[in-house]
Every structure is written in C-alpha cells, then in structure tokens.
C-alpha cells in the first residue's frame, strides 16, 4: 500500500494560478498524484487541510515568484513543509523559480534545497516521475 495520498503539492500564490492550472496539467497527465486548494470545500478549516495535506505529499512543489514571495499563505505552506523536514524528514521539497528572482530573497529554509527554473518544467515532471515509479 502506498503510505502517499499525493505525489506533489503545490504552494503557490493565488496571482498564479494559471500557471500552476497549466503545471498541474502537465503533472497529471505524467500520472502524478496532485493537490491544490481548489480541492478545499467550503467549510474546511483551510490551515489545518492544508498540514494534513502536506504530511501525506511526498513532494511540495513551491513556485516562487513575485507573487509568492508577498503571499502569507505560501509563506505559511512553506514553513509547514519546512518544519515536517526537520521533524520526519517525510517531505521533499522542491523550489521553482521564476529566471527574475534571485535565490537570495528565497526564505532561509528554502535556499537549503536544489531549485528549478521555472520555465524548464519538463525536467521537474521527469524528476519527480523517475523517483515515484
């Protein structure tokens, strides 16, 4: 049995959301398990649905871009995942940069972890697909 409900999770910012609607695209048809908020119904208490999700994702993807870096809840997501790092160790967390960002406005915790161009999501696709197979 496979103790992951989700492949990947995706913190991002609401300004995004076309971009990650067309990166979720992309993971799904690679067969890769997504969650996003939009799943949330409402009523949810959303921080508490988002750390449960969180522990049951082997991958939080975090799309950092302008949006991102000024948004409290990808920051809150962010640190969700961060301290499920050093608590378990349970979740790998994987940054994707916008090319305009410099890593250096990364939040600390996240400069610890190998990024990805944003625009190269073929190679994330194909990391995550060879590690979950």
Same mark, same amino acid.
């Given at each position: 049995?496979?103790?992951?409900?989700?492949?990947?999770?995706?913190?991002?910012?609401?300004?995004?959301?076309?971009?990650?609607?067309?990166?979720?695209?992309?993971?799904?048809?690679?067969?890769?398990?997504?969650?996003?908020?939009?799943?949330?119904?409402?009523?949810?208490?959303?921080?508490?649905?988002?750390?449960?999700?969180?522990?049951?994702?082997?991958?939080?993807?975090?799309?950092?871009?302008?949006?991102? $870096?000024?948004?409290?809840?990808? %920051? *809150?997501?962010?640190?969700? !995942?961060?301290?499920?790092? +050093?608590?378990?160790?349970? =979740?790998?967390?994987?940054?994707?940069?916008?090319?305009?960002?410099?890593?250096?406005? $990364?939040?600390?915790?996240?400069? %610890? *972890?190998?990024?990805?161009? !944003?625009?190269?999501?073929? +190679?994330?696709?194909?990391? =995550?697909?060879?590690?979950?197979?």
């Amino acid at each position: 049995m496979n103790k992951w409900k989700y492949d990947v999770f995706i913190s991002y910012s609401s300004k995004d959301r076309d971009r990650v609607e067309a990166l979720k695209a992309k993971l799904d048809a690679a067969g890769i398990r997504v969650w996003t908020e939009q799943e949330i119904t409402p009523g949810q208490n959303l921080a508490e649905e988002i750390r449960k999700v969180i522990e049951s994702s082997r991958y939080m993807v975090v799309l950092v871009s302008e949006n991102s $870096l000024n948004s409290e809840w990808a %920051n *809150f997501e962010t640190g969700v !995942a961060l301290s499920k790092v +050093k608590e378990q160790g349970k =979740i790998r967390i994987l940054p994707v940069i916008d090319s305009d960002i410099d890593q250096s406005r $990364l939040p600390y915790g996240l400069r %610890n *972890f190998q990024a990805t161009d !944003a625009q190269d999501t073929d +190679k994330l696709i194909s990391q =995550i697909k060879a590690s979950i197979s």
